[in-house]
């Protein structure tokens, strides 16, 4: 038996969280229409989790991932909720023009003009 310390296992399961970030933003960068799901949760504690989720097309079918999640110190507003994804897209490198839709609380995707 091989015994692990807690910062072993923690930091294991970052690298492998940064490895499959990096995968997933390699594979939708390559699919080029990308779909962005966003949801608001509530966890134990009662406070407001932001959970955004990005869809891109792999071969014929989307893949769906799981890109971030953030606290929301307050109820969100829609501008509030997109400006909390912006960092996320620009430190990606990705563009706001390759998204072709946004939904948000499993409301059917929208096609808008986007403003921060």
């Known amino acids: 038996m091989v015994q692990l310390s807690n910062n072993t296992i923690k930091q294991r399961i970052r690298e492998l969280s940064v490895d499959i970030l990096k995968q997933t933003i390699a594979a939708a960068k390559l699919s080029g229409n990308l779909i962005l799901e966003l949801g608001e949760i509530t966890d134990l504690g009662n406070d407001a989790q932001f959970m955004v989720f990005m869809r891109y097309r792999a071969t014929r079918d989307y893949s769906n991932n799981f890109s971030f999640a953030v606290h929301l110190p307050s109820i ?41």
């Open 76 to 116: 969100p507003q829609e501008k509030k909720c997109l400006k909390k994804v912006d960092p996320f897209i620009k430190e990606q490198k990705l563009f706001w023009t390759d998204y072709v839709s946004i939904c948000a609380d499993g409301a059917p995707p929208m096609r808008t003009e986007m403003t921060l």
